[in-house]
């Protein structure tokens, strides 16, 4: 099955910082969604981004799906942004459309005062 | 709010023993998905549904079982219960099953097997 992979696995900033957090994949997917954690455990999704760019404040992301790769750009970095970042891909079905959601294993981002 | 509503929220219970976790999609979606996730497995796709039909399997044990109404609520059975379910199990939902929608997740449900 399709591999996904995210890096750093961890990261501490100080407030206040800008991030980059990367995910990549090994097949062609036709879905790609980026998911917050909470530390109350809450999973947002931040992002529905299988190809471009989008922007929602302060966070934005890239999908270049023909390099199999992900970003996802935090700035002006707050303590509320602290969690765990999921990167989850949907493998392309032939017929169209894409297989469930498959999860990489998580950036864990901590944001100090 | 993800709109997606889970009950319970927690839940505790003994080996052997046998649960029901609930969920309500947001309003408009059709397809229900159920997620584990524990510490060492991460998170875990366990089945779909779409509109009442059961559309992809995961790594779902046969100990598990779930459906989906025609109100279009799920639920999740789990039996013969086991101290390694113990777990957070998330219910999330989308508009369809084509994957060109964004995905959003209850809040889930923390199952603790003593």
Do not use: M
């Not at chain 1, 990367?22 to 530390?39: I, Y």
């Amino acid at each position: 099955g399709i591999q996904v992979e995210q890096s750093p696995p961890d990261l501490i900033l100080q407030e206040g910082a800008n991030s980059t957090l990367r995910c990549n994949f090994s097949d062609s997917v036709n879905n790609l969604q980026w998911f917050h954690q909470n530390p109350w455990g809450q999973l947002i999704n931040l992002f529905y981004i299988p190809s471009g760019t989008k922007q929602n404040g302060r966070l934005s992301a890239t999908t270049v799906a023909t390099e199999r790769y992900s970003l996802l750009y935090i700035s002006s970095s707050q303590t509320t942004d602290s969690g765990v970042y999921f990167c989850a891909v949907g493998p392309r079905l032939d017929q169209g459309g894409s297989e469930k959601l498959v999860f990489g294993k998580g950036t864990k981002l901590t944001v100090n005062p | 709010d993800s709109g997606v509503t889970q009950t319970p929220k927690h839940l505790i219970t003994a080996t052997g023993q046998r649960v029901t976790l609930r969920c309500s999609p947001r309003s408009g979606d059709l397809s229900v998905y159920w997620y584990q996730q524990s510490l060492d497995q991460g998170l875990q796709f366990l089945i779909q549904y779409y509109n009442g039909e059961e559309r992809a399997k995961g790594n779902i044990l046969e100990r598990f079982s779930a459906q989906q109404f025609p109100d279009l609520h799920s639920e999740l059975n789990l039996s013969s219960l086991e101290l390694g379910d113990s777990a957070l199990y998330f219910c999330a939902s989308s508009l369809n099953y084509r994957g060109n929608s964004p995905l959003h997740f209850g809040n889930g449900t923390r199952l603790t097997v003593t």
